[in-house]
């Protein structure tokens, strides 16, 4: 992929990396090129999630994400962006056989997307493949506690951190991340007490989504966030917006028009060669 003419401006991976417990952290997930455009300017990190699987592509989870669903949706984000940081997930499947296998994907992301980093999410288990990658030179965010791409192992969502071997086993989880080279860690779907320890426990930047507000910072889907999601919001979800009611009022309203034609009406269509007509 050609240079991006705006990486000098955009905020890297380092720059969040040096945020850890100052001004919290602001990220969304954004999937298309209209939606990074308005997110853009208020934002300091546009993730592309696997969950563009469930909220465009209508998958039950985000395991129907592939590595070239979230290549064409990173281009769209980077096309729409100049300053937010962009990181793209990377697909379940495309990491967690070995090291090498990660790395090779990591680089097919970067390569053809041309973001700042990518997203990959496990604790101990998966610290080898953050290793490798970032000997690469590619920066990873990590992501631990609830993992999505794990729903079906765990059994459904299951908020971490209500066991004190749990409580440990994130201990290592978040130590491991760090260790292994990540810039910045998700923590999702966990205790609050718990994520403000973890975030307490490490030295990099933790990012929460229904975790504490002690992270150094926050995340949301941005279809959670701007009420645009049609069936159950989380628990850990503040909708900002009732999308779901103003699009649905516009397609009603059109739909009365066009029925009783009303639309189009003398303002939408060319009639006489005027100046207002010229496209």
Known sequence: MSRDPTADSRISAEDIRRRKGGVPIVCLTAYTHPIARLLDPHVDLLLVGDSVAMVLHGHATTLGASLEMMIAHGRA???????????VD??????????AQAVAAAERIIEETGCQAVKL???VDMASRIAAIVAEGIPVMGHIGLQPQSVEK???????GRTQDNIAALLSDAEAVEEAGAFSVVIEGTMEAVAAKLTRHVSIPTIGIGA???CDGQILVIDDMVGMTVDRV???VKEYADLRGVIADAAARYAAEVRSRAF?????????????DKT
């Open 212 to 214: 504490s507000g002690d």
């Open 154 to 160: 765990d059994g459904g969502y299951k908020i971490k």
């Open 77 to 87: 984000v980077m096309r729409g962006s100049a300053k937010a940081c962009v990181v």
């Open 264 to 276: 189009p009406g003398p303002d939408h269509v060319f009639t006489t060669a005027s100046a207002k």
């Open 121 to 123: 999410e496990g604790g």
């Open 90 to 99: 990377m697909p379940a499947g495309s990491y967690e056989a070995s090291p």
């Open 234 to 236: 989380p628990k850990f």
